[in-house]
């Protein structure tokens, strides 16, 4: 039986990293899951990443676009595809849906080019259900401050991109009700992981 793919999406400091972990450790109590990073979970994606994320290299967004979907295009390879394949659900903090938004429409190169680009890159894998945490960018942004990191090249972006990033977020999990489900960042963390359990309950059906 094929594996789930679940993936968490949001703009930067919506808390993608920290209920990835909470509800790892909740699954992981129920069935075999691994948790994945993007950009990032094998060697060359990782070392992608140093790229794509380091603030003193200017990047061209389509030089951009073609990075993380190389970092995607390896990571399937490695990890996702034969995890899936061995029945194993995987939890990915950030997908295909991030580089629709920060590429396609924050950078500008159109949604419809970047979601060929990746359908090409991932081989059309679909995740089964995708958390999205929505949160005002403002709040995004006051989090990011308070933890005291130096912001990568993208966290420096003004708050116009991540106006649109919120945005098409939005305009994504509109156009696909089954696989999005909405949450909101801005309650407790108790209370999203709760309702992000409740998101995944139809899934275990869904493979009988």
Known sequence: MRGRLITLEGIDGAGKSTLAEALHAQLARERPVELLREPGGVPLSERIRELVKDP???CDPR???LLYAAARAQ???ERLRPWLE????????RF????LVYQGAGRGLGIEEIAELNDF????ITPDRTLLLRLDPLTARARQQ????????????EHAFFDTIATAYDELAAADPQRFRVLDADDTR??????????????DSSQQ
């Open 63 to 65: 030089a951009e676009a």
């Open 96 to 99: 295909v849906d991030s580089s």
């Open 146 to 157: 308070s933890r005291l990191i130096a912001p990568d090249r993208l966290e420096q972006e």
């Open 190 to 203: 108790e209370n999203v992981l709760m309702l992000a359990k409740m998101a995944l309950a139809d899934l």
């Open 56 to 58: 003193g290299l200017r």
């Open 121 to 124: 890159a991932t081989g059309s």
């Open 75 to 77: 990571l399937v390879d």
């Open 86 to 93: 061995a029945g194993t659900w995987v939890l990915l903090d």
